[in-house]
């Protein structure tokens, strides 16, 4: 052979020296890479992808490593519920209230100008055994303190409320990606096999901003997407004719499965057909299930007054519904559960916590209408054993500014520093973690992510989030992009 045509470093092998030299930088190389393996020092190793039976693409699978929690539930309030009104305590801004911020200077913000500080609205007191520091906004919420483990060094990439939102849900500012529950089901599958591995419950006011972005599977699998309903509009075309009767109706079931199978053994290896069989004997379960799930007539009348579900004001009892829906969820094995709190269909602060104008009034409409029903949602879940292996994760897009905006009531966007709360599986109860500055405008103590709280959730369920990841365009994608760390010191021993 030519050595002309031979590359640069192929030449330098035709030389003796040359070749020993590079083997013995190439065995050095490889002792080096199995010392750090050994010490852990090397970068993830490759993806873990899930075996999916396309016949059962909701089977149950294997995690990672062993899982504290079998399943989540994410109470999302949109609209950006302000951390300095409700769970991030801050003296100092009581004290220098009606001030300007200390090195603030001509600060502006998503709105514009900022004017003084401002106190919370609402009184703060101590809270349970822990005596955490919760005000009056959400007094049902608040005695639940013990519970609950706060992480109030929470950041977030965006002050404007989709990509916020899309972040919150997706881990990406941008459009196109999968949302947590979506991953979550395509690692894991479901304990249930009748309903939707993955539900997500709008808020009966309304979708949120980004609306079904939230539950979307993006490239994934189109059967990991989140089916939306809520107990005002439950799924459609679920029910029976009323001449068709049910012995027939199961009968006819029962025919298209032989059908089926048999169509699907003469098509041996064809995922697609797999798939598409699955979705439709899925849907005929779903026709009991569902409609099972949606049904509140086996309820106690002391659950159904927990929840708040006949209270005088129709959006709590509402949404009160959409709790104990939640509930008969998780506990019928449903993987992923997203829980709406707030709806952007009726315009800025009127039916969501984004509150620039007049903070007072606003919150004072939204506060009961999640207050009860989610504290007897927790509460409930912990009484029935539930929250031993539920993730619960409390969360808003980005908090608020300590200041009113010049010329408002009240507060603007901060993605700068805010507050998230997690309860239930492998999360210490009654524990807080990082810190805002003295106003809760900044994160300035063990500053936390969005990556690193995606990377929590997934840990706890027995997921490795720097393996998980799905082949797309080039490109392995994760739900925490490239980033991410487990928050070591909020789980449980």
């Not at 509402?318 to 008969?328: E, M, P, T, V």
């Amino acid at each position: 052979m030519n050595p002309l045509h031979l590359s640069h470093a192929g030449r330098h092998l035709l030389s003796r020296r040359h070749f020993l030299q590079w083997a013995g930088t190439g065995l050095g190389g490889v002792a080096l890479t199995q010392l750090l393996s050994e010490q852990g020092l090397l970068a993830a190793d490759g993806p873990l992808r899930p075996e999916i039976d396309p016949s059962r693409p909701y089977a149950p699978r294997v995690p990672h490593h062993p899982a504290k929690a079998k399943r989540v539930l994410m109470v999302f309030c949109s609209g950006a519920l302000s951390h300095v009104d409700t769970f991030d305590y801050k003296p100092e801004l009581v004290k220098r209230h009606d001030t300007p911020m200390p090195g603030s200077g001509e600060l502006v913000t998503f709105q514009g100008a900022q004017g003084n500080l401002i106190k919370p609205i609402w009184d703060f007191k101590p809270r349970g055994q822990s005596g955490k520091m919760i005000s009056d906004l959400l007094p049902n919420l608040a005695e639940l303190a013990d519970d609950m483990c706060f992480i109030h060094s929470m950041t977030a990439k965006s002050n404007t409320h989709g990509p916020a939102e899309n972040q919150m849900s997706t881990g990406f500012t941008l459009d196109g990606f999968p949302s947590a529950g979506a991953w979550v089901t395509y690692a894991l599958g479901s304990d249930n096999q009748n309903l939707p591995a993955f539900v997500a419950i709008p808020d009966p006011r309304g979708v949120p901003q980004i609306g079904a972005r939230h539950w979307s599977s993006a490239f994934l699998p189109a059967t990991f997407q989140g089916t939306s309903f809520n107990a005002q509009r439950p799924i459609p075309n679920l029910q029976r004719p009323e001449t068709v009767p049910a012995s027939a109706d199961a009968a006819t079931r029962d025919f298209l499965k032989r059908v089926n199978d048999r169509h699907l053994a003469q098509h041996p290896g064809d995922g697609d057909l797999a798939a598409r069989i699955s979705a439709y004997e899925l849907a005929a379960k779903m026709q009991l299930a569902a409609a099972e799930v949606s049904e509140f007539g086996k309820e106690s009348p002391t659950t159904l007054e927990a929840y708040g579900v006949n209270d005088a004001n129709a959006n709590k009892a509402g949404f009160a519904k959409n709790c104990l829906l939640a509930r008969r969820l998780l506990e019928r094995g449903v993987r992923f559960v997203q829980l709406f709190n707030g709806s952007y269909a009726m315009g800025e602060g009127v039916g969501n916590w984004d509150g620039h104008k007049k903070i007072a009034d606003q919150y004072g409409v939204h506060a009961p209408i999640l207050d009860q029903p989610c504290a007897a949602l927790l509460k409930d879940l912990k009484q029935r054993g539930l929250l031993a292996d539920t993730l619960v994760v409390f969360v808003t897009e980005f908090g608020r500014m300590p200041t009113f905006q010049k010329g408002a009531n009240g507060r603007d966007h901060n993605p700068k520093g805010f507050t998230v709360w997690l309860a239930g599986a492998g999360v210490k109860p009654g524990f807080s973690y990082g810190a805002t500055d003295e106003f809760g405008y900044q994160a300035v103590e063990k500053v936390t992510t969005i990556y690193d709280l995606h990377a929590t959730v997934l840990h706890l369920l027995g997921l490795n989030h720097e393996r998980l990841s799905y082949y797309n365009n080039g490109i392995e994608r994760r739900l925490t992009d490239v980033h991410g760390h487990v928050i070591q010191e909020i789980l449980s021993v």
